[in-house]
């Protein structure tokens, strides 16, 4: 550890003095206050400057440094708040002109790759039958999932849904054309194919629905048990409660399905615009995330079968 000049250290002292004693900042926040302004002293020290002599480029490299070793986008943005933080006080103490870390940030994080289902833990899913329900639970959940996967639907586009197509509906089901015609995200209309699978499943449900009290009086196409629309959270619940009961691993909810209907269709069409079209998307790069799945996919199959893509 690089031995740190007496006025450094005692800056720093003086500055965590201030943050506990005047700011009340909790304990733990300080002991990592003092680890990140250590590191930015001992930086300094192996560069040849004062604290106070600190300048944006060197900001700058030291975030790059702290990058390229490893450090996640989010530790490097807590670092810089403690860091800013000190130079804001200096600032405000009259030892520095300005703040070197005032306009940098943090690389950013990597989005993480949307939860997807492999094909056959999907049908294990979809074909699940839940004897043990009451047969009109049954129906709906089926339903339910099959409109999921089958359209890829938002669960507020799948809770939106009315029996029957009109002015005041969000959303509704035209079961002989086969199409899901929903309100989306920026209350956008698109229509997306639903399958013949959800097509039956959907049929099914319709045919015991009435059953629930006060179906009649509600135009909502899911219901719960007393005949108010199913709210999303109930179909997460409803969703990982039936995922644990079919044997999978990995919990299930909505959005799951929808990530597997997209990772799907494009690793058996490779037509990224379409499955923009079918999620609803504005833009292009927000369905572009599928293609690292699909690529993680075909990096599997090629480690499982190719013979040299293993050491001997």
Do not use: C
């Amino acid at each position: 550890m690089l031995s740190l000049s007496k006025d450094d250290q005692a800056l720093i002292t003086r500055y965590l003095a201030h943050v506990e004693i005047e700011k009340r900042l909790a304990a733990r926040t300080v002991a990592l206050y003092t680890l990140d302004l250590q590191k930015l002293a001992e930086s300094a020290a192996k560069a040849g400057v004062a604290l106070t002599q600190i300048q944006h480029s060197h900001i700058r490299r030291w975030v790059a440094q702290m990058h390229s070793q490893g450090r996640s986008g989010r530790g490097i943005a807590l670092i810089l708040s403690g860091w800013r933080g000190l130079f804001h006080w200096l600032g405000r103490e009259g030892l520095v002109a300005s703040n070197p870390v005032q306009d940098v940030r943090a690389p950013k994080a990597a989005k993480p790759l949307p939860k997807a289902l492999g094909v056959d833990d999907t049908q294990q899913f979809a074909d699940f039958k839940n004897e043990a329900d009451d047969p009109w639970l049954e129906a709906r959940d089926a339903a339910m999932v099959e409109l999921l996967y089958g359209g890829g639907l938002r669960v507020g586009e799948l809770t939106g849904l009315d029996v029957q197509a009109g002015a005041q509906a969000r959303g509704w089901i035209d079961l002989d054309a086969g199409e899901a015609h929903v309100l989306g995200k920026g209350s956008k209309r698109r229509s997306v194919p639903i399958g013949a699978k959800a097509a039956e499943a959907l049929r099914a449900w319709l045919a015991v629905r009435g059953e629930i009290d006060g179906a009649a009086l509600s135009p909502a196409l899911f219901l719960g048990r007393y005949g108010t629309r199913l709210t999303a959270q109930s179909v997460w619940q409803r969703l990982q409660r039936r995922s644990q009961m079919s044997g999978l691993a990995t919990p299930v909810h909505p959005h799951m399905l929808r990530h597997s209907f997209a990772s799907h269709v494009l690793q058996s069409s490779g037509d990224l615009r379409a499955v923009q079209e079918l999620l609803g998307h504005a833009n292009i790069s927000t369905t572009q995330v599928y293609t690292r799945l699909d690529f993680q996919h075909l990096a599997r199959a090629y480690d499982a079968a190719h013979p040299r893509a293993k050491k001997k």
